[in-house]
């Protein structure tokens, strides 16, 4: 460990300091799962992501928060795709692939307007998980109490590749009163008790956002908050198609998240189904990044 380099990149913004951290660590194959995590555990970003050699893939990528390894990470994979393609890798290829652990991922580089390169990440095939909890409990355990809860839409688990608690919440005030009791969690959420909470609302700050969002670390993560989040911005389009707009065949629209602890970011979220009898889903989610700086443990 000693000696090891760490980039400093934040994901969903160009301006340093409103997206979300990210470290990234070259050349890990050298490393070892304690290695790693002890590294992320120093770093104190909410993830770090190693990146190794794959055999199926054109890069493999691995999480880890400060408390434990992630199976898949939005914002650490967009900072670490946008890092290594201004670094030269990938030349002029327009696609990749990523080993994860839920598989190998296809992903897209697009070159915006301004030039800048936005990275467009395919996530695992949405999966959803009824919450059959406490619906007081779990609202006290974020600081609301039930009534500020939606009284429609469902409280369910969703994955796109790492479980999270999607919370609709009728009004957007109602989150910057939110404080998150972390420890709690686990035994709110006894039907995936490892599982983050994701409150959401369909009120905005900004014009061109469709959904407002926060996120709240699993009480196993070592975090408490994750300022704009890949993953569960990702879910929350599946669960806009599967619970809000069942009858449409996709749905795009931005989630912005960040703006209660003075971050400020931006998700592009597609979601299209299947012509599978299944009517499964994929999902997309689009974002950029900025280098912030390095570091050296």
């Known amino acids: 460990m000693s000696g090891t380099k760490v980039l400093h990149y934040e994901a969903f913004s160009r301006i340093p300091g409103k997206?979300?951290?990210?470290?990234?660590?070259?050349?890990?194959?050298?490393?070892?799962h304690e290695d790693m995590q002890r590294i992320a555990a120093a770093v104190g970003f909410n993830e770090t992501t190693f990146v190794l050699p794959s055999?199926?893939?054109d890069v493999k990528l691995k999480y880890y928060t400060p408390g434990h390894e992630m199976d898949l990470c939005g914002h650490a994979t967009v900072a670490t795709l946008y890092h290594l393609k201004h670094d030269g890798w990938f030349k002029d290829r327009d696609t990749v692939t990523v080993e994860t652990n839920v598989g190998v991922l296809?992903?897209?580089f697009v070159r915006e307007p301004d030039g800048e390169w936005s990275i467009r990440m395919t996530q695992d095939r949405p999966r959803f998980v009824p919450f059959a909890g406490d619906r007081e409990r779990l609202a006290v355990s974020i600081g609301l109490t039930a009534d500020e809860l939606h009284p429609e839409l469902p409280i369910v688990y969703g994955s796109t590749g790492i479980w999270t608690l999607l919370v609709p919440i009728a009004r957007k005030q109602s989150f910057a009163r939110m404080k998150?009791?972390?420890r709690l969690f686990p035994d709110i959420l006894a039907?995936?008790?490892?599982?983050?909470?994701?409150?959401?609302?369909m009120e905005t700050e900004d014009p061109a956002a469709f959904m407002h969002a926060r996120?709240?670390?699993s009480a196993y993560s070592g975090t408490v908050e994750d300022p704009v989040t890949g993953t569960a911005s990702g879910v929350m389009g599946a669960y806009a198609l599967e619970y809000m707009e069942p009858h449409r065949d996709s749905i795009s629209f931005v989630v912005e998240q960040g703006m209660e602890i003075g971050y400020d970011g931006r998700v592009k979220v597609e979601v299209s189904r299947t012509p599978n009898e299944d009517r499964s889903m994929e999902v997309r989610i689009t974002g950029g990044a900025v280098y912030v700086g390095e570091m050296t443990l």
Do not use: K
């Not at 997206?19 to 070892?32: F, S, Y």
């Not at 995936?192 to 909470?197: D, F, H, I, K, M």
């Open 180 to 182: 998150p009791q972390n």
């Open 215 to 217: 996120h709240f670390s």
């Open 106 to 108: 296809p992903m897209e």
């Open 19 to 32: 997206g979300n951290p990210a470290g990234i660590v070259r050349d890990a194959e050298r490393l070892t």
């Open 191 to 201: 039907e995936l008790p490892r599982a983050s909470v994701h409150p959401f609302c």
């Open 55 to 57: 055999q199926t893939a």
